[in-house]
């Protein structure tokens, strides 16, 4: 093996002193570069094959090849550009070639390989791998797509790629990426004719046929679309399909396309939706037979009230027939897009927002997010006297029809502490944290902070009661607790409220780290009291954290006594888990080794 790795790295010695003599890199990253080829040479030859190395050394070498461009455009450097950079390049080719041979069942390298042979318009290199790639995954139909996206883009042979497609769905009837690029295929084939003749297209493209009866052009597009929708029963797909359909302006197919959907997937909120931003759109519905089914208007609208008061009819007769929160979400989605241009008819956008949101709300069919927007609507509502009533309305109600958002019980709490109802806040205070429960840390910060600006007296039995909740709440609480006593009382006061919490369970590492901090802040540190909370700390976290012995060892270090370094070095390791054991050892070493790292100076 060293042999081999010897001759390739040997080979690859004209390049790289190519690369220094014209100054590309120095003589210490040449040195650089060659050592990590050869590591990777090493491992790429190593019994046990690894995918991962081969990838690593890829990178490695189209890393280097963007670096090389860099330095060549920076310092201007043409010299010798083809030769250095075929090699990466021809390198690179070989280290494809040779992951794919040896992991012919990993798709990522077929895949890469082919990108890398795009890029670097090896087309006779892509052509082979397409046709190995289908013989050895045929049953992917995304190796399908890419190789027939690789006959149009590259070779430009449509022919071909349609023949692919075909055998691709011959295979995977039901696959959606080869239906679509089919069905693109071939109206991007009419469009093109279309182009090419445009007079005799147009005549065949206006033809009056009956519904299913296709004008000539539109054919096999049609015939690939009743295929699809019938091995596909996806309302996402179908509306996809429509979608391209439209981006290639085939209106005949569009209607029919929009009359099955209409007939099929009535049941389904995406259809609905898809059929009110058409009216948006301003695009003339197909004939419906059964007219009840939408009722809406499907003539022509040209101007854009009619078109926004079409949409809206058509989700109002939506959510009358879908009663779900999907249904709902889609209806409001829409009229938030249709609010965001403020210039065109403001009042009446928001004027059916406003009343969708209240619909929505009374049907209980509301999102949180879409709450929030309501609520901001509300807010700002300035000249609207009501907007203050029905905030406080709609706050309440939000609560309870999703008790489990963090969001609404803030905005709640934080609404009516601004207008100065204290005694409902502490009600609605209550309820929220019994509700809500851990999740509740950011009202008891907003109960903290408000009282503390408020009625300072207070503020300790606030603190009192956050550090007895769950363990997300108590172990934020403690710290700040022990901290504001420093800062409003004393050193002392903090000593005695950290000896009653520290031994309070939920036990709490942040505690006994903040407590060490403000102890080390003193202007004299007292060591009784400041080895407290690294000795609490190693109590009750030394078990399963060996960080809390390294701080412990770091603080006697720098502040206490040299000669009891060793003693916890001894306990640690009898306390810590055994898994554990050595990451403590090996921390420890390199603290003895350069004790300056720690910053012995006080």
């Known amino acids: 093996m060293a042999e081999f790795v010897e001759k390739r790295c040997e080979d690859m010695i004209p390049e790289l002193e190519q690369m220094e003599r014209i100054k590309l890199f120095d003589k210490n990253e040449i040195r650089g570069i060659a050592k990590k080829l050869k590591e990777f040479e090493y491992k790429i030859q190593r019994h046990v094959k690894c995918k991962e190395d081969y990838l690593r050394y890829i990178q490695y070498e189209m890393d280097l090849l963007k670096l090389i461009k860099q330095r060549r455009d920076k310092f201007g450097i043409t010299h010798k550009k083809s030769d250095i950079d075929y090699a990466i390049r021809n390198k690179v080719n070989l280290l494809y070639k040779e992951a794919i041979s040896k992991f012919q069942e990993d798709i990522r390298f077929w895949i890469a390989y082919i990108k890398f042979c795009k890029h670097m318009r090896f087309q006779n290199s892509g052509n082979r791998t397409i046709v190995k790639m289908l013989q050895v995954h045929q049953d992917k139909p995304k190796c399908w797509h890419i190789a027939a996206r690789w006959e149009i883009e590259e070779n430009n042979n449509r022919d071909t790629a349609r023949k692919l497609l075909l055998r691709g769905l011959y295979i995977h009837r039901n696959s959606q990426i080869l239906l679509i690029d089919t069905f693109r295929l071939e109206l991007d084939e009419t469009l093109k004719n279309t182009k090419n003749n445009e007079n005799k297209m147009q005549s065949a493209l206006s033809e009056k046929d009956d519904e299913d009866d296709m004008p000539l052009p539109l054919k096999t597009a049609y015939v690939i679309y009743k295929e699809a929708s019938k091995n596909v029963e996806d309302i996402k797909f179908i509306v996809e399909l429509l979608n391209i359909t439209k981006e290639y302006k085939a209106e005949k197919l569009e209607k029919k396309i929009v009359s099955d959907m209409i007939q099929q997937y009535a049941h389904e909120p995406l259809m609905w939706d898809t059929m009110a931003r058409r009216e948006l759109e301003g695009l003339v519905q197909p004939f419906v037979p059964d007219e009840s089914m939408m009722e809406i208007d499907s003539s022509e609208h040209s101007s854009l009230r009619d078109r926004i008061i079409s949409c809206n009819q058509v989700y109002q007769t939506a959510v009358k027939k879908i009663k779900t929160e999907e249904m709902w979400s889609f209806y409001i989605k829409c009229l938030l897009e249709i609010n965001q241009d403020t210039e065109s008819l403001p009042n009446l956008k928001k004027k059916l927002l406003k009343n969708t949101l209240a619909q929505a709300h009374q049907a209980k069919k509301l999102k949180e997010k879409y709450y929030l927007h309501w609520i901001d609507i509300l807010s700002n509502d300035i000249k609207d006297e009501n907007a203050q009533k029905k905030l406080e309305e709609i706050l309440s109600s939000a609560t309870e029809n999703i008790p489990d958002s963090v969001s609404l019980w803030h905005i709640r709490l934080k609404h009516l502490l601004i207008i100065k109802k204290e005694e409902e806040a502490n009600s609605v205070f209550a309820k929220a944290i019994q509700i809500l429960g851990e999740k509740s840390l950011s009202l008891w910060r907003m109960k903290l902070l408000h009282t503390q600006a408020t009625n300072p007296s207070k503020i300790e039995e606030i603190f009192q009661a956050a550090v007895q909740e769950h363990l997300e709440i108590s172990k934020d609480m403690k710290p700040s607790y022990i901290e504001w006593a420093v800062l409003t009382k004393s050193i002392q006061a903090a000593r005695k409220i950290y000896d009653s919490l520290c031994l309070q ?89 350069n004790p300056d790292s720690i910053n012995l100076a006080s």
Do not use: S
Request: glycine content about 4%.
């Open 505 to 593: 369970p939920p036990m709490c590492l942040e505690l006994h780290q903040k407590m060490a901090d403000l102890e080390l802040m003193q202007p004299e540190i007292e060591l009784k009291y400041a080895r407290r909370p690294y000795e609490m700390a190693t109590l009750q976290f030394g078990k399963t954290n060996p960080k809390v012995w390294i701080d412990y060892i770091i603080f006697e270090m720098k502040h206490g006594e040299a000669k009891k370094v060793g003693e916890i070095h001894m306990r640690a390791v009898k306390t810590l888990d055994a898994a554990l054991t050595d990451t403590f050892i090996t921390e420890y070493a390199l603290i003895k080794a």
